[in-house]
Each structure stands twice: as C-alpha cells, then as structure tokens.
C-alpha cells in the first residue's frame, strides 16, 4: 500500500530537536518497511494560528510511560480564559498504527514513535483554535493536545515487550494515564465541561478512552467525546480478504492491545475484533458524536483497495480519487457506503449520540478551518461540523446527520 505523506495532522512551523541524519535514516525504514502505518494528513491549513509550545511529561518517566523509542511522551496545553476557564477539550493526535517489530522499530525513529522527533511548537487550527471565527464553541475552553507517539492508539501494555523480546516500549495506556493525571493537577480536576475528541488513530482512541475520561472529571462536569475519522470498518478489501482485520491482529498481539479494549466485548469476541468501533461503540456510556465519511478516503485506499488487492492498477485513480471511478468502482464504494450505515445503524437510535456523516471522499475534518468551520466548509442541512458538534455538546437540538450518497453534497472539498 501506498505511504501517506510524512507529517503531523497539526501543522508545524519548525522541528526544533531534528537530527537530520537519523530523520533521513527514519524515513528511508518507514518507507521500506510500512505499508499504511500512517494516515494521511488534512486539507493545508490556510489560516494562521496560535502556535502553542510543547511540554514533555514531568510524571511519564516515574510512570515508566514511554513513547516507543523510550523517550518522554509531551503534550502541548493553551490555557483557556473568561467563560471557558473551567472547559476542557483533550484532543488525541492521529497518526495510524504499527503491527510488526520491523515498522515500530521504522516509527521508533519519526514523531510517530518518539519525542526526540517533536516538534517545539505546533499550530492549533480548527476545534482546537482560539479565534472564534473558525472555533465559535471551544475558542476559549483550555485546549491540549495529547501526542501520539506509541503506535496502537496509546493502548499498547508494557507485558507485550517481553513476550515479543523487543527493546521497544508499548507504553500506550501508561501514556495515557500519566498525561490525564498531569493534565487533571493543572486544573480539569475542577472542570466544569469536558469534550474527548482526536482523528483518525486517536478518533478511535476517543472511542476506547472515552469512559476513562469521563470516571476522572467532576461528576457534575458535563461531559463528552467527539470521534473525527476514527470509525473504522470491520470489511473485506474488494478481492474479499479481511485486510485490515488482520492487521488490527497484529496490532493487537504485538502491543498487548487487547487490556484496553472494551472488556463485556472481549469477552465474546477474538480481542482485536475489538478494535472496530461497530463491535464496542454501543457499550460506551458516554454521549458519543460520530464525524465520518462515507467515503472516508484513508479506508478507501486501505480498507477496501490496499494496495494489495489492487496488483493490475485498475483502482489506481479511482482509490486515489473518487472522481476518477468508474460506474462499477462506484457500484462498490456505494456498498462500502452502506456497510457504515448498518454499522451505525444501532448507534443512530442512542438519544444521547450525534452523528455528522457527510459524502465527502476526505479523512479527519475537525482538525482544519477548512473544513472545521468557515465559509466553505462542508455543510449538511447548512450547517458545519462546528455547528453541528456545538449543537450537540450543548444540547441546542438533536443531531443526526446524514448526508445523501456521493455526488450530491456541492460543499465538499474533494
């Protein structure tokens, strides 16, 4: 499969700890060894944001949580004000997944695997921005986005090291847990609202962590998750191999995934089928919002058309662009189309969810003002993402929306 290209989802000004020569070296693995390890990032930034510094973890080393490399895992933290001060979103970043000790040891040596990779500061565009232009709703809640740097959706477990006797660390869940209780000294253990959101690799995180987030706020706090790009199908690609199933097994089996996952499911089920939000999103006791494509192009290319199942090319412009498909191709990804909606189908009946499912062939949308909130964002029924999460979060109205199949949303940006 192809190699999404190499970068953050959140748009950076500078590497600040950049060697170039083990970058280089990292890179020239990453592409020898991943085949969709890593997601692809959002539409450019086109607006300038704040930029916000980052912070190693001051509790991770005691905690023995480490990124996969062995290096501090960091977040980056913009204080909120006024009527915000006491509202806290927590954004997990993106990044795929790693299920072979041949492309961690490859991610070991990129931001996706260590700290010594980060960079100093970062741009907080979209859900995470404080003009409230692009951000109506949270532009001045305390906004901090966690970084990924484990490879399995900072699930992993530290017992899988020595089974696997690897000298990477699978730290995930410690991760986790030490920057939630950094982050809950600095001020959420107080908090008033609370929203959990992240995209792609971390959107499925969002889902997995959610209850955990929600057992450490107030209990009085009201408190949410939003899902951005992170709900993966459990689907054949189109020669009928169960592709991404196993590679979530690997996943799995290597980083000892399988503790974090959703027990009452694990318990009838194979542990990394665990890993599809269709199999565990109805036990989530916390009010949940769905933002996905139905054509999420990440799936698209990875799910449905690996390059694996493509040996002739004859997905090769359709799997890259949905315009490019012919009428059978389309036939197929109408199909994919339907697979998420009976996925969601139970989902769409819970009171307490929201959903913002649009036809746009993209991958994570809350991460940009593109496509975030501005004027030409994608909109159903007129309205933005933004709008729509906001509605939600603060119970404006219900909202369970739908887009009708490709081609008849005009705002989409692809």
Known sequence: MEIPRFSSLLRC???????????????????????????????????????????????????????????????????????????????????????TIASCSARAMTSFGSSNYFEDEVEFPGVLSNDPSQNPDFFNWNRVVIRYCDGASFSGHPEAEFKNGTGLFFRGQLIWEAIMDEILSMGMSDAKQGILTGCSAGGLATLIHCDYFRDHLPKDADVKCVSDGGFFLNALDVLGNPTMRSFYHDVVTLQGVDKSLDQNCVAIMEPSTCMFPQEFVNNIRTPVFLVNSAYDSWQIQNVLVPASADSDKSWAKCRLSIKECDAAQMNVLQGFRSSLMDAIGKFHQNKAGGMFIDSCFIHCQTVTPGTWHSPTSTRIENKTIAESVGDWYFNRKPVKLIDCPYPCNPSCHN
Not at 68 to 81: A, N, V, Y
């Open 13 to 99: 000004r500078k590497w600040a700890k950049s060697d170039w020569l083990a970058a280089s070296i990292g890179f020239v693995l990453t592409v020898f060894f991943l085949s969709f390890f890593y997601d692809p990032t959002v539409p450019s930034i086109t607006s300038p944001t704040n930029l916000v510094k980052l912070k190693l973890s001051s509790t991770a080393k005691e905690r023995g949580a480490f990124c996969l490399d062995g290096s501090l895992p960091g977040f980056h933290f913009d204080k909120g004000s006024g009527s915000g001060s006491k509202s806290w979103l927590i954004h997990l970043q993106g990044g795929g997944w790693c299920n």
